[in-house]
C-alpha cells in the first residue's frame, strides 16, 4: 500500500493530479479493505487504533479523495 501511495504522489508531482489523487483514493480504500480482511498480527502499520477505527478512517479517506477528485472539472471543460 506504501508503495502505491509513492507512486500517486510522484504521478501527481508530474502535473497528472486527477491520475494520482484517484490513486491515492484507490489505494487507501485497498488500505481500508485489507484492514478488514487481514488478522491484526499480519497488518503492520495498517493498524492505528482499533479495527472498526482504521477501516472507517481509510474508506472515508478514500472515497472522499475519489469523489472530489471526480467532482472538479477537467482543465478546458
Known amino acids: 500500500m506504501l ?4 507512486v500517486a ?7 497528472h493530479w486527477r491520475r494520482g ?3 491515492l483514493g484507490a489505494a487507501l480504500f ?10 491484526t498480527s ?6 492505528v487504533r482499533g479495527r ?3 477501516v ?7 472515497i472522499s479523495i475519489i469523489a472530489v477528485t471526480l467532482a472538479v472539472p477537467a482543465p478546458g471543460s
Open 56 to 62: 472507517t478512517a481509510l474508506a472515508v479517506l478514500g
Open 52 to 54: 472498526v477505527f482504521d
Open 21 to 23: 489523487l484517484l490513486g
Open 30 to 39: 485497498v488500505g481500508a479493505v485489507l484492514r478488514l480482511l487481514l488478522p
Open 42 to 47: 499480519r497488518v503492520g502499520l495498517l493498524a
Open 9 to 15: 504522489v510522484v504521478v501527481v508531482s508530474q502535473s
Open 3 to 6: 508503495g502505491a501511495v509513492l
